[in-house]
């Protein structure tokens, strides 16, 4: 599980510049990609205070996380700790549902033609993944999972 987490750390930054989705005003013209730093760039721009929200829940909250489970697993930090770590994990959650949300919200609107991308996928597994590996730990806290 360690190192399940610790590769972690490197696919969360891929899956932050990966395509999350393709967009365009009507399906005649070009696709644009949409990636999680495409769309924070865009809502600092014309939303801060959201983009503040998003940033935490999909850059700051899940890499927090992993980092504080991996500190776990190499015996650095507390099994006290967890409960917290866990929480992390939710929030991140959090920002898939958002994402969902959004694509089932413009798929309805018509005008708006959206498609799905791998990196959506790959953020979804990264998000899921360390759900399960910190499920794990809190299951196995006294050893060095």
Known sequence: MRYANLLLLI???IAWFAPLLRAAFLPVFG?????VISGLQS???????????????AIFAPYAKTIGLALLHFGL???RALPGLQFLGKLAMADV?????YVVLAKGAG????ETAWGLWLFSFCVLSSLVISACSAARPAEKV
């Not at 696709?31 to 990636?35: K, R, T």
């Not at 014309?46 to 940033?55: K, M, Y």
């Open 11 to 13: 696919l969360f930054p």
């Open 31 to 35: 696709m644009d990609e949409i990636s």
């Open 43 to 57: 809502l600092w721009r014309d939303e801060p205070g959201l983009a503040l929200l998003v940033t935490f829940l």
């Open 77 to 79: 930090l507390s099994a």
């Open 97 to 101: 549902f958002l994402i969902a949300l």
């Open 111 to 114: 005008w708006l033609s959206i």
